[in-house]
């Protein structure tokens, strides 16, 4: 088992930016790919960014390219998102996720933490 926690969401202004975080625990963080999903409120799931183990491969959705950043820390077995020039689009509950590939498929992933809430006022 993989326990995920994420944290680092919050209000921010339209251009703001916000770096979430996601610690693992229990089983070896370093055999996972990690990723990065959002689900809004009557919206499905969307794949936002994932990064491979250890990290020399990265995947992003179409809607955050160029403004959002995914890397991970091996040593703290963390991952991170960084999110620059946010939208009220952005707006969504963010999780995180491990999988044994890297993938942009939810159904790939095999756990999930509880999600944090990113909300971007415009």
């Known amino acids: 088992q993989v326990q995920l926690v994420e944290s680092g969401g919050g209000l921010v202004q339209a251009g703001g930016s916000l770096r979430l975080s996601c610690v693992a625990s229990?089983?070896?963080?370093?055999?996972?790919?990690m990723g990065w999903f959002r689900q809004a409120p009557g919206k499905e799931r969307e794949f936002v960014a994932g990064?491979?183990?250890?990290?020399?491969?990265?995947y992003y959705g179409d809607p955050v390219k160029g403004r959002f950043t995914i890397s991970r820390d091996n040593v703290k077995n963390t991952a991170y998102l960084q999110m620059n020039s946010l939208k009220p689009e952005d707006t969504a509950v963010y999780y995180c996720?491990?999988?044994?590939?890297?993938?942009?498929?939810?159904?790939?992933?095999?756990?999930w933490g509880q999600g944090t809430q990113v909300t971007v006022s415009s």
């Open positions: 996720a491990a999988a044994q590939d890297l993938s942009r498929r939810s159904a790939e992933y095999n756990y």
């Open positions: 229990g089983r070896t963080f370093s055999s996972y790919a």
């Open positions: 990064i491979s183990w250890p990290g020399y491969r990265t």
